[in-house]
Nanobody, 111 residues
């Protein structure tokens, strides 16, 4: 079992920034790839970004150049730095590892 706990969501104005964190605990020694997903109301859950143990990253086209995923292996934590936020980034953001999901953190971008 792996437990994932997200934090850092909130309300921000367009053009603002937020940093999400996801702390992993439990059977974490097998973790290879960490992912961030998001789900807006009435829409499917979409992959936002992923990062491997050695730091290789991938991003959805909609967030490239604005979001940065990183990880601190010593702290078993993955981060999502979100800059130049847009109203369309509003969603619940979920941390994922294999079959495990966090509870989600709400990000709202609105003036």
């Amino acid at each position: 079992q792996v437990q994932l706990v997200e934090s850092g969501g909130g309300l921000v104005q367009p053009g603002g920034s937020l940093r999400l964190s996801c702390a992993a605990s439990g059977r974490i020694f097998n973790i290879l790839v960490m992912r961030w997903y998001r789900q807006a109301p009435g829409k499917q859950r979409d992959l936002v970004a992923s990062i491997t143990t050695d730091g290789s990253t991938n991003y959805a086209d909609s967030v490239k150049g604005r979001f940065t995923i990183s990880r601190d292996n010593a702290k078993n934590t993955v981060y999502l730095q979100m800059n130049s936020l847009k109203p369309e980034d509003t969603a619940v953001y979920y941390c994922n590892e294999n079959i495990y999901w966090g509870q989600g953190t709400q990000v709202t971008v609105s003036s």
